[in-house]
């Protein structure tokens, strides 16, 4: 089972560039999720999806985006990179929410320079 | 006050030793995660549980609903157990609160 994907594991961005952060699910999960790790720092949440063609805000939304036209894929967008964006980004997913387990990627390690 | 709160924030043991790593939460919740971050950055989930005890392996998480507090155990604790240990709580059925993690190092 591949679980969560996520790409690209590191990528180095310049101050203005933008990119899409792909993470894919192959379990059928409804919930998929966007989170930051910041050192010293919880995750913290930037968005997340309750199904195909519904997305909404986390605590952290502002400089991203993200679309789910499929139940598998969660892409999230970054516009304009800032070097407060540097950060370690994990997708997630989960069955149906926060009573249920949930299956990270492996995490992708960006610098905004 | 952080709605999570976890202790310690750091933590050294020997091989062998036993490991109480400690939550406590703010919030009125039904359920808690317990996850591991490897010194890589890969974050597996080792429980979800809403009462009571779960074990698995040398793994044990308890929880006590009305006091708002988790435990997470290690017995014969193993230089392979190193690791940052992150606790969650759910706030409504959409998101979890993070706990900022217990950096545990075991040593041979």
């Known amino acids: 089972n591949a679980g969560v994907t996520q790409t690209p594991k590191f990528r180095i961005l310049k101050i203005g560039q933008s990119m899409t952060l792909q993470c894919t699910q192959d379990?059928?999960?409804?919930?998929m999720y966007w989170y930051r790790q910041d050192p010293g720092m919880g995750l913290k949440l930037i968005y997340y999806?309750?199904?195909?063609?519904?997305?909404d805000k986390g605590e952290v939304p502002n400089g991203y985006n993200v679309s789910r036209s499929t139940t598998e894929d969660f892409p999230l967008r970054l516009e304009l990179a800032a070097p407060s964006q540097t950060s370690v980004y994990f997708c997630?997913?989960?069955?149906?929410?926060?009573?249920?387990?949930?299956?990270f990627g492996s995490g992708t390690r960006l610098t905004v320079v | 006050k952080n709605e999570v709160e976890q202790s310690p924030q750091n933590l050294t043991a020997q091989e062998g030793e036993f490991i109480t790593i400690n939550c406590s939460y703010s919030?009125?919740?039904?359920?808690l995660h317990w996850l591991q971050q490897h010194p890589g950055g890969g974050i597996v989930s080792l429980f979800m549980?809403?009462?009571g005890k779960k074990k698995h392996g040398r793994l044990i998480a308890t929880i006590n609903i009305q006091e708002k507090h988790s435990s997470l155990h290690i017995t014969a604790s193993h230089p392979r157990d190193s690791a940052v240990y992150i606790c969650?709580?759910?706030?409504?059925?959409?998101?979890?609160?993070f706990g900022t993690g217990t950096r545990l190092q075991v040593f041979p």
């Open positions: 919030v009125g919740i039904s359920a």
């Open positions: 379990m059928n999960h409804n919930y």
């Open positions: 549980l809403s009462s």
């Open positions: 999806s309750v199904g195909a063609g519904i997305t």
């Open positions: 997630a997913s989960s069955y149906a929410g926060t009573y249920y387990g949930y299956t």
């Open positions: 969650a709580v759910p706030r409504g059925t959409d998101k979890l609160i």
